[in-house]
Nanobody
């Protein structure tokens, strides 16, 4: 069984930093990409950042220059480094894998359980 576990959220003050982690577990042959999304209170879930299997990255305009996605291949873990945080960054952050190739075939649209980020002014 393939699972994504995201962690690293917490409460920080304005201007602080946090690094979120997304760890993939199970018998995994490949993951085409990892995305980070977030959902703020009363709002719809939105895209934050993506890293492809080749290492290319893309970001929502609202986080460019402030958030950085990276990975540790040996650990099957991806990270979202967030700096200069503002209250408007408060949300539950989720990692997502659009497709994971496993020994039993491709698993589509896997999500982590979410990790809360709260930024106070």
């Amino acid at each position: 069984q393939v699972q994504l576990a995201d962690s690293g959220g917490g409460s920080v003050q304005f201007g602080g930093s946090l690094t979120l982690s997304c760890a993939a577990s199970g018998i995994i042959f490949s993951i085409n990409a990892i995305e980070w999304h977030r959902q703020a209170p009363g709002k719809e879930r939105e895209f934050v950042a993506q890293m492809s299997s080749g290492g290319s990255t893309s970001y929502a305009d609202s986080v460019k220059g402030r958030f950085t996605i990276s990975r540790d291949n040996a650990k099957n873990t991806w990270y979202l480094r967030m700096k200069s945080l503002k209250p408007e960054h408060t949300a539950v952050y989720y990692c997502n894998a659009p497709a994971i190739e496993t020994q039993k075939g491709v698993v589509y649209d896997s999500w982590g359980q979410g990790t809360q980020v709260t930024v106070s002014s």
